[in-house]
């Protein structure tokens, strides 16, 4: 578990597509340095977060470590597309005296997202995004949370799918932020890995599954809970 909170932005020093050596276990290893102050803990086998997605420690020094990537990440992630001198987010696994800055982020990547535009604003930038699979869109919602690349960040306009529109929606990174995560580095057209806020998926299971027991016949408060959102759509 983290919490969107970046603590450190490394360097890959290797993307190996086949690792023969015990670290690397046959498959694909992914090697980041310049991240010294968040080794000083580190252990085999500890989970960390590298631009929103939750990896393994198998082989660490003072300066670098490495991680095994699976095929199921470089399918769903962007990390397929990182290059040597390439910059990543990193975020170790909360503890019990993390603060709780963020929002609560598993590094389970749902899909990634194009940046549509870059717009300034005042010293903040405005980035548009777009999503592969438009079916997350029902989760973005406006002053909501989400997490781009491993960063939390708040949502702050939503334009839902159409017959008209694929469906994007808009964050503000800070000027302190565009220091210290690696988004402020991307470009119209980059892909940022993209994970919903799980309380929303939470909800939306529950609710879905309650429907189906009770044949699809909402209870009073839930018919007015949709009334009402069906109603504040209807008005926008």
């Not at 990390?79 to 001198?85: A, D, N």
């Not at 702050?156 to 994007?168: A, C, P, R, Y």
Request: aromatic share 6%; proline share 2%.
């Amino acid at each position: 578990m983290f919490t969107g909170i970046v603590e450190a932005v490394g360097t890959v020093s290797s993307l190996e597509k086949h690792d023969d050596t015990s670290s690397g276990g046959g498959g694909t290893s992914l090697t980041i340095s310049d991240c010294a102050e968040i080794l000083t803990d580190a252990n085999l086998g500890d989970s960390i977060n590298i631009n929103g997605t939750c990896l393994t420690i198998t082989e660490y020094d003072a300066h670098s470590f490495k991680v095994g990537v699976s095929p199921e990440t470089l399918r769903r992630t962007n990390l397929s597309s990182l290059e040597s001198s390439s910059h990543v987010n990193l975020e170790r696994a909360v503890s019990a005296s993390t603060r709780m800055g963020g929002h609560f982020v598993q590094g389970h990547v749902d899909t990634v997202a194009t940046i549509l535009s870059i717009t300034p604003d005042g010293n903040a930038l405005t980035f548009r995004l777009q999503p592969r699979d438009t079916d997350v869109l029902k989760y973005i919602v406006e002053k909501g949370y989400v997490a781009l690349d491993g960063t939390s960040l708040t949502i702050t306009k939503v334009v839902e799918e159409s017959e008209n529109n694929s469906g994007w929606w808009e964050i503000m990174l800070i000027a302190y932020s565009q220091e210290k995560v690696v988004m402020a580095q991307k470009s119209v057209g980059d892909a940022v890995n993209v994970e919903v806020d799980m309380l929303g998926k939470y909800v939306d299971k529950c609710v879905r599954v309650y429907l189906k027991e009770n044949k699809g016949q909402p209870s009073a408060p839930l018919q007015n809970l949709i009334g009402n959102y069906e109603g504040r759509v209807a008005n926008s």
